[in-house]
């Protein structure tokens, strides 16, 4: 799987632990944002997702939900051609 795979999530979120174990489960290689307390990523994900909530999983730069939209990617059999795709070469770095 080569897709860039970044995940906005807190330590303490039991979805965030699902979505990891997920993204495990698949090989992915994830960069993980932990926004307890980063009041500006919290701001930057709301105006960028319109979701307050974490985990939200961005995919090859394009936002992909939290964890019941991975996995419901996942049942679709989406997920998988999503984490191989690799990234375009123009793509753009979110915060971290």
Not at 50 to 60: D, K, Y
Request: some cysteine; proline content about 5%; glycine content about 8%.
């Amino acid at each position: 799987m080569s897709a860039d795979v970044l995940i906005y999530l807190t330590s303490w979120c039991p979805y965030c632990h699902a979505a990891k174990e997920l993204l495990g489960e698949k090989k992915a290689r994830f960069v993980e944002v932990d926004v307890d307390g980063r009041q500006d990523l919290r701001g930057w994900l709301t105006k960028t997702t319109g979701q307050r909530t974490v985990p939200q999983v961005f995919i090859n730069g394009r936002s992909v939900g939290g964890f019941s939209d991975l996995s419901a990617l996942d049942e679709a059999g989406e997920l998988d051609e999503l984490l191989a795709a690799a990234p375009p070469a123009d793509l753009a770095a979110l915060p971290l």
